[in-house]
């Protein structure tokens, strides 16, 4: 099976600026999550979307935003971008089996805002 | 409120010197504490999901116990290619598909 992609892999933007970032999730997993990761902060749960269907968000301001997609693919969003908005984005996508719950992530997308 | 902490912060060995991370945690209800290895730059690749405690899972050099309160990653004769970030996670019983992270273990294996 392929495993989760993002893309793009790296993005350079100016404050105030949006951008929209893609994750394909491994075939079969509809559940998709977000996480951001920084040095100082580590890994933080943006949101999980499962069948189009955001279920869970975590503590960040409103302009994060996602979606997803009737393919399970998912988008997120951040507007007006700031500096500290600087991290690498991870995706992970999530099935239950009968051996219990697996989760993946994909390669991340570095984002710079300058 | 669901934690994790993840001790020590960094562990330098010399290659075949075993050692062991910590991974304490609470949660009101565990579904599931899960490992991974993080290298520089790359998303965390999977190792390991424990359910319940007494629980024990091995890959390789490496393996992982689990009790109520705390997760164990031993590493047996480690060699340099085991240098990386160790992320612990848990995954509480009613919250879905959120997991939460400690800050990681970088273990540095000197050959």
């Known amino acids: 099976k392929a495993g989760v992609t993002q893309t793009p892999r790296y993005l350079i933007k100016t404050r105030g600026q949006q951008v929209t970032l893609s994750c394909s999730p491994i075939s079969g997993h509809r559940s998709v999550s977000w996480y951001q990761q920084t040095p100082g902060q580590g890994l933080q749960f943006l949101f999980e979307?499962?069948?189009?269907?955001?279920?869970n968000k975590g503590n960040f301001p409103g302009r994060f935003s996602g979606r997803q997609f009737s393919n399970s693919r998912s988008e997120m969003n951040v507007s007006t971008l700031e500096l500290g908005d600087s991290a690498l984005y991870l995706c992970?996508?999530?099935?239950?089996?009968?051996?219990?719950?697996?989760?993946?992530f994909g390669p991340g997308t570095r984002l710079t805002v300058t | 409120e669901d934690q994790v902490t993840q001790s020590p912060e960094a562990l330098r060995l010399q290659e075949g010197e075993s050692s062991s991370l910590n991974c304490s945690y609470t949660?009101?209800?565990?579904?599931?504490l899960f490992w991974y290895r993080q290298d520089p730059g790359k998303g965390p690749e999977f190792l390991f999901t424990l359910y319940s405690a007494g629980e024990e899972k091995e890959k390789e050099r490496l393996k992982a116990t689990l009790t109520k309160k705390e997760s164990f990653l031993h590493i047996t004769a480690p060699k340099p290619e085991d240098s990386a970030t160790y992320l612990c996670a848990v995954h509480p019983v009613l919250n879905f598909n959120k997991f939460y992270f400690g800050s990681g273990t970088k273990l540095n294996v000197k050959p």
């Open positions: 992970a996508s999530s099935a239950t089996s009968g051996s219990g719950v697996e989760q993946y």
């Open positions: 979307y499962f069948s189009e269907t955001q279920r």
């Open positions: 949660v009101s209800g565990l579904r599931g």
